[in-house]
Every structure is written in structure tokens, then in C-alpha cells.
């Protein structure tokens, strides 16, 4: 059991996370000023009731991006371009398929398809897109198109976005993750992305997709102009649906990169920042099962860490990733093998799941062999 401490307002917080009650807003909002040695101990209290199990999962698979045109602005994208661009691009399905068969050449899962609001294209694009996909890999789980991408594609056929996911589930589509959340307060998306869509539509078509048997994972990126009690609004707004639909398989923060971004002059946040938002999540959300680490943008050694704050899965391999390095972050790709590794390096056992995070194969540590002495 944990050691409860001297101080009040912190035997509180601490004797509800031992019983596991629920935080109210104002307890989590308290919880930035706890010492982070002691947050960390809390979180990984809770995510052992969570996930029991000495392991840590983490999935193969691919992140591709259709097309990098997108009309809506954000601040802090360093990867999109306008239509005119010399740069600007379209992936034909035969190109998506080329990619999504090296992913299955490893035994990959898991495609992201990801693009922006490109206005040339037609919902008979990501209809055939999907199911072609379908038909060529039935065993890739197709987790894609963002709310905003939704919202987008439904405004620009004239429909509403309900059914444009029936549509897109009907061509193929498995899931929706959880892209463009960055922070679900008006203030903040209003100065981040103003021509995206705004937090109560990105909830809605996420409610949406639950409604109709689609899961979902759910997002923060956070570090920019955003208050503490903001990233707590944002938490409780994610809970809230989850209370409602209890859709969201997982939930993935990162923080925010501003190189090669109109916002190159705000300061970065910081590794020790990363693991309390790290084992803040795990504490507030007590109803979303899997928090995953962030090793693209945090580091591969700080996802190491953020295994003992409350974390219980290490995200994918990705094999392919655009829009993050765009912003200059040079971490180097995973391979599956590092992964393990990595994993095995925390004391936790590496399994392989799915995007539904069940578990498709446990990698135990090798047996030592004994080579008996030459008489």
C-alpha cells in the first residue's frame, strides 16, 4: 500500500487514489503542485489495478499520410502545404497499398491514414481508398480519418458527419483516432487551429463514432498557451464522454514541438513536465483503460520512464511518420526488435497487441541455455 502523507490537501488526494474514488477538478487541478516523485507513485498505484500484469504493450504499424494539402492554418503544423505548393501531394491507392504490404512484410497490424482538408478531393477517394484496403489486407486494422478530417469531408459532400463515418465504415473503416484534440478549450483552439473544428464538435463526432460501433483513442498535445487548468478541463472533458459512451480505448498525449512553426518563439515543455501530465492523465482518467507513452516526440528513453508513471503501453513502430519530424524532431524510427528491447529494459514484458489492445503475442524473456564444461 502507498505511505499516506502528513499534508492534508495530499492525505486526501492520496487515500482516494488508494480506494479509488474519483478526482473532482479542483483535487486534480492540486495535483501539479504534489512533488513528482510522489505523482508518480500514485499513477503507477493506479495503473497497476488497471493492468495487473507486469507488461507493457505496444503495436506494429504504419502512419501514412494521404496528402499533405490542408486549408486550415494551425500555428503549430510545420507540415502541411497550400494546394499550389511545389510540394503538395496526393497518394494514389496504389502508392497507399505499396506501403500498408511492407507493413504486413512485418507482420504490421495497425495502418493511420492522415491527411489534411484538401478540398480537391472526392468521398469516392477515401471510399475506394478503404476498400481497397480491405480487400487487398483484411487483417490490417484500418484506424483512421481525425474528427476534424470527418467534419471536413461531410461539409464539403453536403453531409452531415454521421454519415460520413456510416459511409466510411461501410467502405472499411475500424476506428477513429484521436487527432486534432490538442487542447477541448474555445480559448485555446481559437488561437491554436481557429479554422478547425471547435471541442464540442470534435466530442460530438467522437460520440458518434461510439454510437455507431466505431472505438476511438483520445488526444492532448499540450505546452503552448494553454493554463494548467486548461489541460484539466480538457482531461475532464475526455472523461466525461467516456462516462457516456466508453469509447475511448486509450488516450495519448504529447507536447508540443514549435521548431519551423510560426510559434518558434515559445518555450518547449519540458521531460520532467511530460512524466506529470503523464501520471496527471492516469489519475483523472480513471475510466479510459491504456495510457501510452509518447516516444517520438519525448524520447524513447523518457517513454521508458513514463512506463512507471502510469503508463501501460509504448504506442506503435509506426515505420513511417511526416508530420512530427516535420517540425524538426530528429528521433530516430522504431523497429520492432528496439521496442522489445526498450521494453525489456524497464523490468516489464513487451507484448504485441492490436488496435483493440488485445494482446497478440507476450515475447518472454529468453531462456539462458547451460553449456556443460568439455571433459
Request: one cysteine or more; proline letters at 4%; a neutral charge.
Amino acid at each position: 500500500m502507498l505511505n499516506v502523507t502528513t499534508s492534508r490537501p495530499t492525505f486526501s488526494i492520496e487515500e482516494k487514489v488508494i480506494r479509488g474514488e474519483r478526482l473532482t477538478q479542483e483535487e486534480s487541478c492540486s495535483l501539479f503542485n504534489v512533488d513528482l516523485f510522489t505523482l508518480g507513485r500514485w499513477a503507477d498505484f493506479r495503473r497497476k489495478v488497471l493492468h495487473p500484469e507486469p507488461i507493457a504493450t505496444f503495436v506494429v504499424d504504419r502512419n501514412l499520410n494521404y496528402t499533405n494539402v490542408c486549408n486550415t492554418d494551425c500555428k503549430f503544423c510545420a507540415f502541411y502545404r497550400h494546394p499550389t505548393a511545389p510540394d503538395a501531394y496526393v497518394r494514389s491507392i496504389e502508392e497507399v497499398l505499396n506501403r500498408i504490404q511492407e507493413l504486413v512484410e512485418i507482420d504490421g497490424t495497425q495502418v493511420l491514414l492522415q491527411g489534411g482538408h484538401n478540398s480537391s478531393l472526392r468521398l469516392n477517394y477515401y471510399t475506394d481508398l478503404l476498400k481497397a484496403i480491405r480487400t487487398r489486407f483484411p487483417q490490417v486494422h484500418i484506424h483512421s480519418f481525425s474528427p476534424s478530417e470527418i467534419d471536413f469531408i461531410g461539409r464539403r459532400e453536403g453531409l452531415t458527419s454521421l454519415e460520413v463515418l456510416k459511409i466510411l465504415k461501410e467502405a472499411g473503416l475500424m476506428s477513429v483516432p484521436g487527432g486534432g484534440a490538442e487542447i477541448l478549450v474555445d480559448r485555446v483552439k481559437n488561437y491554436m487551429s481557429p479554422y478547425k473544428i471547435q471541442p464540442s464538435r470534435w466530442l460530438g463526432i467522437m460520440e458518434e463514432a461510439n454510437s455507431i460501433g466505431l472505438h476511438t483513442t483520445a488526444t492532448m498535445v499540450y505546452g503552448a498557451v494553454e493554463s494548467k487548468e486548461e489541460r484539466i478541463e480538457h482531461l475532464m472533458r475526455i472523461r466525461e464522454l467516456q462516462d457516456k459512451t466508453g469509447g475511448f480505448k486509450a488516450f495519448i498525449l504529447w507536447s508540443y514541438s514549435f521548431s519551423n512553426t510560426p510559434l518558434f518563439h515559445l518555450t518547449e515543455a519540458t521531460g520532467s513536465e511530460y512524466l506529470r501530465m503523464v501520471a496527471i492523465a492516469r489519475l483523472v482518467l480513471d475510466n479510459v483503460p491504456n495510457l501510452q507513452t509518447g516516444w517520438l516526440t519525448e524520447s524513447k528513453r523518457l517513454a521508458q520512464v513514463a512506463l512507471s508513471y502510469g503508463a501501460n503501453d509504448m504506442g506503435g513502430i509506426l515505420m513511417e511518420e511526416n508530420v512530427v519530424s516535420a517540425t524538426g524532431i530528429k528521433t530516430p524510427m522504431m523497429t520492432k526488435e528496439e521496442m522489445i528491447r526498450l521494453i525489456r529494459d524497464t523490468g516489464k514484458t513487451p507484448a504485441q497487441r492490436n488496435t483493440r489492445y488485445e494482446i497478440v503475442k507476450i515475447f518472454h524473456d529468453k531462456p539462458r541455455t547451460h553449456t556443460p564444461f568439455a571433459l
